[in-house]
């Protein structure tokens, strides 16, 4: 989500109504947003399923939830590893671009993380394979004549 | 339905125009150009043109996504195109179900089943992920097992891309349909020994979330996690598998022996701060016993202490408020850097140095402790300032003042806590206060200093946060006022005009207190008068007779002083003195009449207040002075003669008003009730109507376990009346007006301060120490902590008795919770694992199935490496309640004495070998290994 609270992609791997998921993100934004700068990136919030982790970028706030099946430093490290490749693939990411590319953000979430379960840890064999998916949909849409749309990009 | 679509077709706004529309929206205007959207999009998506089709798709994913729009409806699209064959399309179409379809009430997903199939057996890598991140997302049970076979393919499969996928999205898999592990869990038990990282990875990721449910059933696969965790270098995977064994070495003592070393090794030599903190998290959560380890560990959580990263500061924190538990010394060590980062800019780290700071507390340092908190308290900001007090007081309080020694010091505190500007624990204080008022004897008198400065205090009036504890200190007052060195000062105080800015059922409590002033202060005039005037007046007299043998406050205190210390007794003599000096000096006919008008003028007002406990208590005051003030008028002052009889009618009823309220109150069992032994001709189930008629205006509390209060009166000879005679006891017309104040009162003893504890009956506690335990007499009985099972030797002073009841006091009502259900997961993983013939609750029917499992039970103690496959007794697993017993015949390398586990093995050979071992290993089973002689044995590992 952004530094004014507005989401900019959403991801759960466990059923939550709609209402439930944007109820949980006004209520990380409020607390995220109530911290200071230098402060550490761990939060626990009694609401929430497990503790949380965030980073600021620019104006971008990263936050994962996780539970004690994961490692809190090596969350930071993972969410490094899905800023890492977001910046591969946008050369220079910014917030425009995750916000006009949606299904692409969420092809490189799907191949970092699975149904709740770290898949890859290496920006570049990320990478590899996002490129791999864009070239594929790019061969069945030429076979289809393309309405302007989501490809240009 | 052709020319619309075509005109859609070609006019359709891409996502990024809806995406560019929204953001150009005035505020205020979104949700108008979201509906346009979505109607747009309502026609668009049943278009037949699967390119227009999916644009619409795209765009309602979106809105939902991250407008929250509802798109259940739109779900038969998704599985519509998701039969596209343009990769696009299907992956638009999975993305859509994966965020918007509800596993257990999107009934569509059933459609989606055959798709799925076909996609997970595509020859395209992406076309096979998409499928599996999809299926892992909207996995139901009929999903499972429908495409389990499938998955069975895929986690053999020569792409390691698919395969790891595979892997991840069997978690989902086996979670929603435990039948699938008896079929896959063979090959991802294979994929252990994989070569790729990645595979690794994610498999021991597996495993880790698996083992976190219920980590015994993986218990077997220990040798494979050792080898990982030895041989591997890569640090997810060696953090997933610490996770693993911190599970597992809880679980089997010889675990933990094994992997500490090799811990504590990793811990050492890398450089990557997380795999450093999950060593040491391992170590103080499951290691703990292994000194050495823990030296280390609480070593390297001072390097994160001390480091400049909050992070590590916070997370160190975290792992010492677990070493903590177990090693107290971890903490004590880095004191210093705990209360340093008390004041540290984070919230996060406050609270986890004060949570550490909390557990250090100890009847030795908790003045100190107090103190620094105190003194940061008032540093903090108003939230803080209140979670550091709200955590002393739990702290204190905790297990009946168990760190508390000095009561005099901790009731001084409290009323110190109470006048800090934020605090908002007045609730808590004033349960504490009266708490300690009823349980410790000894602190009372420090107790009503304290109570009388809160009181006296103008300026904490106007303070809504201590009206609670205002209430607690006026209470105190007024029922331990014999204690008090200034009666009148008191009553002032509990009349100051401020009082008026309390909330009415604190101002009651006011006036309740003050009526007890009121009360003990007549009385001591009259005791006083009586003595200097040297009348053998019989109720005088009685009332002399009464103190000695110890119906009121002062005689308790003499009675307790022969008990006591000379220490205890020297404080409570020296008060005792100072009130009975102060009644002397101060007790006069004046002194008396001008507090009598000072209550009827502050009271007066009242008497037509709206409150009705208000105007309740008021009346009763004024009542009872009206009663008092013509005898106290006329006959004290003059002589004798027919005033005589006045004058002891006065006295008669001042006596037992006092008595009345000298009555001490004492904590309450919750079961007190069911001991009072019912008396002779009460009947209990009698209709209590007469009682309205006394107790009209009375408003009974609601709560049902309300019980009527029956004080309990002292005659001369000290014989309390038959409980059930007490009413019809005493018949003058005063005394039966004194009987409905009793009820009243009574009634009305603990306003809100009751907690849940009825007061049904108060503990004689006048009586001499050595009765208090009197069971024979007592209804309740008290319990006296003993002194000498804790070391006290270093304090100056005993620790004063703190009263407990027997039975706990809703402590800890914890009933044992029934055994869980079954894990069915991991009784599927035990029996793959434990190789035991599958027949159990779950259906299974394929026969098929059941040999190709008998294929897998034999080649488990291959797969194994360096496994003495031991027999196994599965008699302990929950639930399925079968007991199987099951040879195998095995290979053993290396064994080593002492260290096999008891065996059921009927061949000879090993009989042999290792008859002494298994008396040996017997022994120590019933020497009280935590693992159960029933529960599956693990094969001896790595011997």
């Known amino acids: 989500m952004n530094d004014q609270g507005k989401p900019r992609l959403i991801r759960f791997y466990e059923f939550q109504p709609v209402e439930k998921q944007q109820e949980l993100v006004r209520s990380i934004y409020k607390i995220l947003c109530s911290r200071a700068e230098n402060v550490s990136n761990f939060v626990k919030v009694d609401s929430l399923f497990g503790p949380l982790v965030y980073k600021t970028f620019a104006t971008l706030y990263f936050v994962f939830i996780f539970d004690n099946s994961e490692n809190e430093l090596a969350m930071l490290d993972l969410m490094q590893v899905f800023v890492e490749t977001l910046d591969k693939c946008f050369s220079n990411v910014c917030e425009l671009d995750v916000v006009f590319n949606f299904n692409k953000v969420h092809t490189i979430l799907d191949e970092i993380i699975l149904g709740g379960q770290v898949l890859e840890t290496s920006s570049s064999e990320v990478v590899m394979a996002v490129e791999d998916i864009s070239k594929l949909e790019k061969n069945s849409n030429s076979i289809i004549p393309s309405i302007p749309g989501w490809q240009g990009r | 339905m052709a ?24 505020p205020g205007t979104e949700p108008t150009f979201i509906a346009k959207s979505l109607d747009e999009i309502r026609r668009e998506v049943k278009s037949t043109d699967r390119q227009t089709k999916a644009i619409a798709l795209q765009k309602l994913t979106y809105l939902h996504c991250l407008h929250g729009v509802d798109m259940s409806w739109a779900a038969f699209h998704c599985v519509e195109l998701s039969s596209s064959s343009a990769h696009s399309h299907k992956r638009i ?13 999107t009934d569509v997903i059933l459609l989606l089943t055959h798709q799925l199939r076909k996609d997970l057996s595509s020859s395209s890598v992406h076309d096979v992920s998409l499928a599996l991140s999809t299926l892992s997302s909207i996995c139901n049970p009929d999903l499972s097992r429908d495409l389990t076979p499938e998955l069975f393919t895929l986690l053999s499969s020569g792409k390691p891309f698919v395969r790891k996928k595979a892997i991840a999205a069997i978690l989902r898999v086996f979670e929603q349909y435990p039948d699938a592990v008896r079929v896959c869990f063979k090959r991802v038990v294979e994929n252990l020994e994989s070569t790729d990282v990645g595979i690794l990875s994610v498999v021991v990721g597996l495993f880790c979330e698996l083992a976190v449910k219920e980590p ?25 598998v610490l996770k693993i064994f911190a599970k597992l070495a809880p679980l089997e003592p010889r675990l933990g022996k094994r992997v500490v070393e090799p811990i504590c090794e990793h811990m050492g030599r890398t450089g990557a701060k997380s795999l450093a903190f999950e060593c040491m998290m391992t170590i103080v959560s499951s290691l703990s016993e292994y000194e050495s380890a823990v030296k280390l560990a609480v070593g390297k959580v001072r390097e994160f202490l001390l480091d400049d990263d909050p992070n590590l500061k916070y997370l160190g924190l975290q792992a010492l408020t677990i070493v903590a538990q177990k090693h107290m010394w971890a903490v ?3 004191k210093e850097l705990v209360v340093k980062a008390l004041s540290d800019v984070d919230v996060n780290i406050k609270l986890e140095a004060l949570r550490l700071v909390m557990s250090m507390v100890s009847e030795d340092n908790v003045m100190e402790i107090c103190r620094i908190l105190i003194s940061h308290a008032q540093k903090s900001d108003p939230e803080f300032c209140n979670e550091i007090l709200g955590y002393i007081l739990f702290t204190c309080s905790r297990n009946f003042y168990e760190v508390i020694c000095d009561f005099d010091w901790y009731v001084a505190f409290l009323g110190e806590v109470a006048r800090i500007p934020h605090c908002q624990k007045g609730k808590e204080i004033e349960t504490q206060l009266i708490d300690i008022g009823m349980r410790v004897k000894d602190a009372r008198l420090e107790l009503v200093d304290v109570a009388r400065s809160l009181v006296i205090d103008p300026a904490l009036l106007g303070n809504a946060f201590v009206h609670g504890v205002l209430a607690a200190a006026a209470w105190i007052s007024g029922e331990y006022v014999a204690l008090s060195r200034n009666p009148f000062e008191l009553m002032e105080a509990l009349l100051q005009p401020r009082t008026g800015l309390l909330t009415p059922s604190v101002r009651s409590v006011y006036i309740q207190s003050a009526f007890k002033v009121l009360i003990f202060c007549i009385w001591s005039y009259g005791k006083l008068n009586g003595d200097d005037a040297s009348e053998p007046s019989a109720l005088t007299e009685s009332v002399s007779k009464c103190d000695l043998e110890g119906t009121s406050e002062t005689v308790v205190c003499e009675s307790l002083s022969d008990t006591e210390v000379d220490n205890e007794n020297m404080i409570i003599a020296g008060g005792q003195t100072s009130s009975a000096s102060s009644r002397k000096y101060r007790l006069t006919k004046e002194s008396i009449m001008g507090l009598v008008n000072l ?10 207040s709206d409150e009705v406990e208000i105007q309740e208590r008021v009346s009763n005051v004024l009542g009872f002075i009206e009663l008092m003030k013509p005898k106290l008028h006329g006959p004290l002052g003059d ?32 079961s007190a009730q069911e001991k009072v032994p019912l008396p002779d001709g009460l ?52 005394t039966s007006l004194l009987a409905e104040h009793r009820k009243r009162h009574g009634l009305y003893y603990l306003p809100s301060e009751n907690k849940g504890t009825t007061f049904n009956d108060f503990p004689p506690a006048h009586e001499p120490q050595d009765k208090t335990i009197d069971e024979a007499e007592d209804l309740v009985k008290l319990t006296e902590e003993s002194l000498t099972s804790k070391k006290k030797q270093n304090h100056i002073k005993p620790r004063p008795v703190v009263v407990k009841l027997d039975d706990g006091e809703g402590l800890n009502m914890a009933v044992e919770k029934s055994k869980v259900k079954t894990d069915l997961i991991s009784g599927a993983v035990r029996e793959v694992l434990l190789g035991n013939e599958p027949m159990t609750s779950s259906s299974r029917s394929k026969s098929s199935n059941k040999s190709s499992k008998r294929r897998e039970v034999d080649r488990i103690p291959e797969s194994g490496n360096d496994i003495v496959n ?70 001896d590992f790595l011997l």
């Not at chain 2, 179409?93 to 257990?104: D, K």
């Open chain 2, 216 to 240: 015994r059933s993986y218990l077997p696969l220990a040798p494979e996690f050792y080898k990982i965790l030895v041989d591997c270098r890569n640090n997810w995977i060696l953090i997933k």
């Open chain 2, 683 to 734: 009947v209990l189930k009698e209709n209590l109507s007469d009682l309205e008629a006394i107790c009209g205006d009375v408003k009974f509390p609601s709560s049902t376990s309300f019980s009527l209060i029956q004080p309990r009166i002292l005659e001369k000879d000290t014989s309390s009346f038959p409980e059930c005679n007490e009413e019809s006891g005493p018949s003058t017309e005063s």
């Open chain 2, 639 to 670: 002589g004798e003669g027919d005033e005589m009889k006045g004058k002891l009618e006065a006295s008669e009823m001042v006596k037992l008003m006092f008595d009345v309220f000298s009555e001490e109150l004492g904590p309450v069992s919750l």
């Open chain 2, 93 to 105: 179409a999975y993305l859509a179900a994966s965020l918007s379809f509800n596993p257990s009430t």
């Open chain 2, 870 to 939: 031991t027999a196994i007794s599965e008699g302990s697993i929950a639930g399925s309640g079968r007991r199987k017993h099951q040879t195998h015949s095995k290979e053993r390398k290396h064994l080593s004495s002492g260290k096999e586990k008891e065996q059921h093995d009927h061949n000879d050979k090993q009989k042999r070998d290792s008859r002494h071992h298994k008396h040996k290993s017997r022994q120590r089973a019933e020497g009280g290994i935590n693992v159960p002689v029933q529960s599956p044995v693990i094969p």
């Open chain 2, 3 to 26: 020319g619309p679509s075509l005109m859609d077709s070609l006019f359709q706004r891409s996502l990024d125009d809806i995406i560019k529309g929204v953001r150009l929206c005035p």
């Open chain 2, 599 to 608: 209550v009827e003028a502050n009271l007066g007002p009242l008497a037509g």
């Open chain 2, 332 to 334: 004590l060590e880095n």
